[in-house]
């Protein structure tokens, strides 16, 4: 099953956030990228592990390699611990107690619905594609975040799903916006010991395996649990979306910083198969890249009191055409990012 294409509408709506509050997003981003820099430079491929040879390309004072065996894009430090405690868990503790209100809740439903259901939608077929009944699997989503896609997955009828999560505040945000107990909080080196023992028969990570300190580690935890038949991924890619982050630099850089380390292309995932035992089942290509570039140029239009009148110009050129200007690139397979059903071979 190959799919290409999926309209930004949902996506322009729910992060706002990404336009209007551009300078803080990037400073935040910034201050992670000074963490990084700081960390021992790293020896080997994120995702093969053979040795790294020079830098490819640099950006934000970060270099990067282009590994020579598997294709794949490293960034030159390591995510060490200090790093990933920097980035994922020094907040863990903050507002615990917060009660949400119905306004939140609302939030929250319109985020399902826009972003998440259609990943399950794109799975729950996928899997039927593969002879399963897709509401009698068991599904573990690693990463889960606040519990977006485990509501979605839910909703769909699929009841045994669970989201595991390192985070006790979106823990405990997705538990009351879902169910007690739809998400299970757990500690961050306990990962790769729970790949190798869940009892499900499909694992998710939507837009997880790029952020994990050892994406090696779980992928042969989760080749060796004989319970996990199938591995659910949402990843991003080295596409056009880097080169934009590269002529934009104070433009809040979302795919290729902070905790984005090292990216995916084609090659790569090919050898992940490869050593672990995984084969294509589904593939859904589509990406942000356009929406990044009508971003990125509105942003610097409206920071320059000379360009700013052009602004509204350029959004009722661009929106319209976002879907199509992205469907090239997404049916090229040169989109910012892949969801795949990977399937364990026997
Ligand atoms: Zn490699």
Redesign the pocket.
Same mark, same amino acid.
């Given at each position: 099953m190959l799919k290409f294409g999926k309209s930004a509408g949902a996506l322009l709506s729910q992060k706002a956030d990404f336009f209007s509050d551009n300078d803080r997003l990037q400073a935040e981003l910034s201050k992670i990228g000074a963490v990084y820099k700081q960390q021992p430079l790293r020896k080997t491929?994120k =995702? !093969?592990?053979?040795p790294l040879s020079g830098a490819s390309f640099t950006k934000q004072e970060i270099a990067y390699t282009i !590994?020579d065996? =598997?294709?794949?894009l490293s960034g030159a430090h390591e995510d060490t611990d200090a790093f990933c405690a920097a980035v994922y868990t020094a907040a863990g503790g903050a507002d615990y107690a917060k009660t949400y209100t119905a306004q939140d809740r609302e939030a929250y439903r319109s985020r399902v619905s826009g972003i998440y259901a259609p990943k399950a939608e794109f799975l729950g077929e996928a899997l039927t594609e593969q002879g399963e009944d897709p509401a009698s699997l068991r599904y573990a989503d690693f990463g889960a975040g606040s519990g977006y896609f485990v509501a979605a997955m839910r909703d769909a009828g699929w009841t045994s799903s669970t989201g595991y999560e390192v985070s006790s505040v979106q823990t405990n945000l997705a538990n009351q916006m879902i169910a007690p107990g739809a998400v299970v909080q757990h500690e961050l080196d306990d990962t790769v010991s729970m790949a190798g023992e869940i009892e499900a028969d499909v694992v998710s990570m939507i837009g997880v395996l790029e952020h994990v300190q050892h994406p090696r580690d779980i992928l042969a935890a989760l080749k060796r649990n004989p319970n996990v038949r199938y591995f659910f991924i949402s990843i991003p890619l080295l596409s056009t979306s880097v080169v934009l982050e590269s002529i934009f630099p104070k433009v809040f850089q979302r795919q290729l910083s902070a905790g984005h380390t090292h990216l995916f292309t084609e090659k790569?995932i090919d050898?992940v198969c490869r050593e672990f035992g995984l084969e294509r089942a589904a593939e859904w290509w589509f990406g942000t890249d356009m929406v990044d570039l009508f971003r990125s140029v509105l942003v610097e239009l409206e920071r320059n009191s000379e360009t700013r009148d052009l602004s509204p110009m350029w959004r009722e050129t661009i929106v319209p055409m976002i879907d199509d200007m992205q469907m090239l690139l997404d049916r090229r397979k040169l989109s910012s990012e892949v969801h795949m059903l990977l399937r364990f071979k026997d």
């Open positions: 491929c =995702c !093969c592990d053979a !590994c065996r =598997c294709g794949h790569s050898w």
